[in-house]
């Protein structure tokens, strides 16, 4: 069994700054992916960052310059730092692993159930 555990979140002001974090636990070889998605009422769930166990990162151009994205691949730890956060910003905010399990004779997709983040005045 594997889970991916989300941190973090909440309400924020516009132009402030928020941070959530995941951990991956459970029967885990190697971890590839490591990021965040979010979704906003009526819309679909669209990547915000994701990072390569190398440390390549890709961004949505609608958080560039703004969030960071960071792993530690011995704790299985993602990190997504938010900085100038705007309302449009506001939505369920899901981690995302691409994971082999051990045992496994290939990569799975995992997620976590989602942390709200909020940015309004």
């Known amino acids: 069994q594997v889970q991916l555990v989300e941190s973090g979140g909440g309400l924020v002001q516009p132009g402030g700054s928020l941070s959530v974090s995941c951990a991956a636990s459970?029967?885990?070889?190697?971890?590839?992916?490591m990021g965040w998605y979010r979704q906003a009422p009526g819309n679909e769930r669209e990547l915000v960052a994701r990072?390569?166990?190398?440390?390549?990162?890709d961004y949505a151009d609608s958080v560039k310059g703004r969030f960071t994205v960071v792993r530690d691949n011995a704790k299985n730890t993602v990190h997504l730092q938010m900085n100038s956060l705007k309302p449009e910003d506001t939505a369920v905010y899901y981690c995302?692993?691409?994971?082999?399990?051990?045992?496994?004779?290939?990569?799975?997709?995992?997620w976590g159930r989602g942390t709200q983040v909020t940015v309004s005045s």
């Open positions: 995302n692993a691409d994971i082999w399990v051990l045992g496994a004779r290939n990569w799975d997709d995992y």
């Open positions: 459970g029967n885990i070889f190697s971890i590839n992916y």
């Open positions: 990072i390569a166990r190398a440390g390549t990162a």
